[in-house]
């Protein structure tokens, strides 16, 4: 598993680490490595909640070890930033998963053939 994580190097990833910041939202950090037991991650607000601001360390971009047992999710962009939108769109033409209108023999919904 490292190795397909140590792939991502140099990306941003949205890390869950509830034990650090005290909820489950994931936030943006860039990996740096990633070890058997976790990752190097670093991001300014990481920096901002291990260290206080007048610390000269904060300032040289440090690193964090984070032990994979306090992360609760990593999330991955899967589609490049600029298709995004594109799917979006597509999505929102689509009817709801939880639509159980009757479908005619056309392909269209009774209601659908009524706004036509």
């Not at 899967?78 to 005619?104: C, L």
């Amino acid at each position: 598993m490292t190795e397909s994580i140590s792939k991502l190097a140099g990306k941003t990833l949205l890390v869950s680490i509830p034990t650090l910041f005290g909820d489950v939202k994931c936030r943006p950090c860039t990996l740096v490595g990633a070890e058997i037991h976790g990752m190097w991650l670093r991001s300014e607000e990481l920096t901002g909640r291990l260290l206080p601001s007048d610390n000269p360390f904060a300032a040289a971009e440090p690193i964090a070890f984070v032990p994979f047992a306090h992360v609760a999710a990593v999330l991955i962009a899967t589609v490049p930033p600029g298709q995004v939108a594109d799917t979006t769109a597509k999505a929102d033409d689509a009817p709801p998963a939880d639509d159980q209108r009757p479908i005619a023999k056309s392909g269209k919904r009774q209601s659908e053939k009524r706004k036509a």
